[in-house]
């Protein structure tokens, strides 16, 4: 009988760098994903557009809702506007002529009309076209009032100087004040929401000023106050 010699294994060695390799390629994969990660991370921007294509594509194209000018108004500022807008519209249909001004806090607004669109030259008759102008103005005046006490000024150019008390009645632009005065009177207006003066000067102006009463000081020197 044959005998084959034994053959002697030796005990295999354990490969040291296996581990390493392992850990070579988990950090390799680690690093991969950190990667993919940091170039993918969601931006707000680019999110919003997509969610706002998708809307589109399912709802249509809409448009944002932004507030209106008026609904940022105050009602009292809301009101005061539309009161305006009123006179202007009142003023600049019936004189063309025309001159409007807003002082700063936008809360008086005056007009500033020639002498000759209201009245017949050197007299102080009133021109008929004018009757439609002062039964508008009442009407706005009447109805501004009911929300906020709010008066009218009438001031006229006196000429080439004041009236002296001799001269006070005969005088035309005191003539001229009263015509006008009894132009919106006989229309309806307060009596309490009219204020009138006259200065000097020959510009041949008369300027009505609308104003909230407790906001404003007249132009005119008031005699109390002398």
Known sequence: MNEFPSIAT????????????????????????????????PV??????????????????????????????????????????????????AIPLV?????????????????SQLFEEDRDTLRDTRQELFAEVTQALIKRSGVVATDMEILINAGGGLPSEENI????????????????LSKGAPARNVYVGIKPGAENKVYFKFYIRKSFDNQFTKIGDQ
């Open 10 to 41: 030796k005990p295999k060695k354990r490969n040291a760098s296996t581990p390493i390799v392992y850990v070579s390629l988990y950090f390799l994969l680690l690093a991969f994903f950190i990667y993919l990660h940091s170039i993918s991370v």
């Open 169 to 184: 009645k005969d005088h035309l632009a005191i003539r001229r004040v009263h015509a006008l005065v009894e132009a919106f």
């Open 99 to 115: 001159k409007s001004r807003v002082n700063e806090t936008g809360d008086q607004l005056q007009f500033i009309i020639p002498l």
């Open 44 to 93: 707000e921007e680019k999110i919003q557009k997509v969610i706002g294509s998708i809307d589109f594509a399912f709802k249509g194209l809409e448009y944002p809702k932004t507030k209106s000018s008026a609904s940022r108004l105050s009602g009292d500022e809301l009101g005061l506007a539309v009161f305006h807008a009123k006179l202007k519209r009142v003023y600049e249909t």
